[in-house]
């Protein structure tokens, strides 16, 4: 692993203006905003709402964070950008690990931002080891969509990655249970929601503090995600380095 | 460096290119058809060709970006991955576009990083004159300014071959000269370059050796030089009043003639007999002009006459 050229990547995205704005800022304004206006109210299965909505938010952030590296793979292969790197010592797998690292990386601030504005106003209450679950096991399951967005950036082209990203993140945000939660919904649409990362990403997190949410099926289905995700980025990233 | 392969106990230095019956096909459209070439440390050798010649195709199979369908390409005596691992070649290829969210410091520590040679960054941007520019995202550079960030970028690895793909496309003449003028100096510490262009300039002023390619296959190879005299000869054009084109067609050294008023042109296989005979024999000509066709003319002549047209 490249550290240095990871930290470049990090530090690039770290700085452009719409990443801070569309995806660490606007779900931690969004958290804020449902908390005050729900915060105070509990789910009919007992889960409260204020650390729901706090899981919600970091899992969509960090969620949008991570596919948001399809876009520069795709830009990246699009401006012959990749080809550039093919010319220096990197290979095409630690090409594809160090743009999943990098999803992982970038995804962390949204979970780190959320995770304090809960604590600090968000009035959340958790004790030492439900923490560690909504923010490190939180983070740590979003490596599906990390990986999801590698192989966004294969699938899709520098013209039409943001449209493919936005629809990609309106639907597993919807199916997710993050916009509006899965708790309330009609069961057959929770059935839907389940085929879905986001789904079992949120449930992962609520899992903490939730006396219904359970934690092994969620791990598998993400694990699932994450091989066929993984698969999908491989085959591609091979198609079209032998098309070059 | 290691640049050499030992065959039959004897070590020997291996050529800084070597290709070997390369072929690429597109389909049904052959975009490379059989192209042998070696070139030997040291040479600043152009590949010439019209567009969809095959210069591209030919440069991505030699550096090991895209596999030839039939033979292979060895550089330093090893694979193409090997010898960009080993840092041994340098690349400024034609879509080798930049990412405009990066600046031009950003851009070459990337490539410096996955060199791992993070200190060469200064001493590279100081080389290629961006140090002032270190700080500017590549998305507000001049087409010039673009073109010395990635001569930057194929620079890193101080690499022993450098190989561009139309470098010079989309620069002023003043950048073009600034651009020839420090390749020329990365020339002199005795490194390979070889270029594509389609400029013929380019490849007459900057290189000791030519290689015409023209669909997929290599038509002529030589220095500058040669390839002029194999294709035409010199030009002789003078005022001579009173000569009849037979007259001036059967002149000792003249291959072909052509007259407007008193005004003759005479292409000719040697010049120096056809031009003594010529005022020899019109005391009254004047105005007379030799010139060494161009590289131009000699390209034209190579590339209209297609020995396998009638396959």
């Not at chain 1, 915060?39 to 970091?58: E, I, K, Y």
């Not at chain 1, 596919?67 to 401006?79: N, V």
């Not at chain 1, 899965?182 to 057959?188: C, H, S």
């Not at chain 2, 041994?88 to 290829?93: E, F, H, I, R």
């Amino acid at each position: 692993m490249n550290v240095r050229y990871l930290a470049l990547e990090a530090r690039a995205v770290m700085r452009d203006i719409r990443f801070l704005v569309f995806t660490v800022a606007m779900p931690a304004v969004l958290f804020l905003v449902f908390d005050g206006l729900f915060g105070g109210q509990a789910f009919a299965d007992g889960t409260q709402a204020s650390p729901a909505l706090m899981v919600s938010m970091a899992g969509y952030g960090a969620m949008g964070a991570a596919l948001s590296t399809g876009l520069t793979i795709a830009a990246e292969r699009g401006s012959g950008w990749l080809r550039q790197l093919r010319l220096t010592p990197l290979s095409g797998s630690g090409y594809l690990t160090a743009k999943t690292t990098l999803s992982m990386l970038v995804a962390l601030p949204s979970v780190l931002l959320v995770s304090t504005l809960g604590a600090t106003v968000g009035g959340v209450s958790l004790t030492g080891s439900q923490w560690l679950v909504v923010t490190l096991g939180l983070w740590i399951a979003v490596l599906p969509f990390g990986v999801l967005g590698v192989a966004l950036g294969q699938l899709s082209t520098s013209s039409n990655a943001q449209a493919m990203s936005g629809a990609l993140m309106s639907v597993l945000g919807l199916t997710g249970g993050m916009w509006i939660p899965a708790e309330i919904v009609p069961g057959w649409m929770r059935h839907v929601m389940q085929a879905t990362p986001s789904f079992w990403l949120r449930e992962f997190g609520l899992s903490a503090f939730s006396p219904v949410a359970s934690r092994t099926t969620g791990l598998l289905v993400l694990a699932g995600w994450t091989l066929a995700a993984g698969l999908v980025a491989i085959t591609r990233f091979r198609a079209d380095v032998a098309r070059a | 460096m290691t640049n050499t392969v030992v065959t039959a106990g004897s070590v020997v230095t291996a050529p800084a290119v070597r290709l070997t019956g390369l072929v690429k096909r597109y389909g049904s459209t052959v975009a490379v058809g059989g192209v042998d070439l070696e070139i030997a440390t040291g040479e600043v050798l152009a590949l010439l060709g019209p567009n969809g010649a095959g210069k591209s195709t030919t440069i991505d199979m030699m550096l090991g970006l895209i596999a030839p369908d039939a033979g292979q390409a060895r550089l330093f005596g090893r694979s193409p991955r090997e010898a960009v691992v080993a840092g041994q070649v340098g690349a400024m290829l034609q879509t080798g576009a930049l990412r405009d969210g990066l600046t031009v410091g950003e851009t070459v520590a990337e490539i410096a990083a996955l060199h791992r040679q993070p200190g060469r960054v200064p001493e590279v941007l100081a080389e290629t004159g961006l140090t002032e520019l270190a700080k500017r995202k590549c998305a507000k550079l001049s087409g010039g300014e673009r073109q010395r960030v990635r001569f930057a970028i194929a620079l890193i690895s101080r690499p022993e071959l450098i190989v561009l793909d139309e470098p010079t496309a989309g620069m002023d003449v003043e950048a073009r000269r600034e651009f020839w003028a420090s390749m020329r100096a990365y020339s002199d510490t005795g490194r390979t370059v070889v270029f594509a262009t389609h400029y013929l300039e380019e490849a007459q002023s900057f290189a000791d050796r030519v290689v015409l390619l023209r669909q997929g296959r290599v038509i002529a190879d030589g220095t500058v030089a040669q390839i002029r005299a194999a294709a035409s000869g010199r030009t002789i054009q003078a005022v001579v009043p009173n000569a009849t084109l037979e007259e001036l067609r059967r002149l000792p050294g003249v291959d072909h003639a052509e007259v407007r008023e008193d005004r003759v042109t005479l292409r000719c296989g040697d010049s120096d007999t056809a031009l003594r005979t010529l005022l020899d024999r019109y005391r009254d000509a004047h105005d007379v002009e030799v010139t060494a066709a161009g590289l131009e003319d000699a390209f034209i002549t190579l590339t209209e006459s297609d020995p396998e047209e009638n396959r």
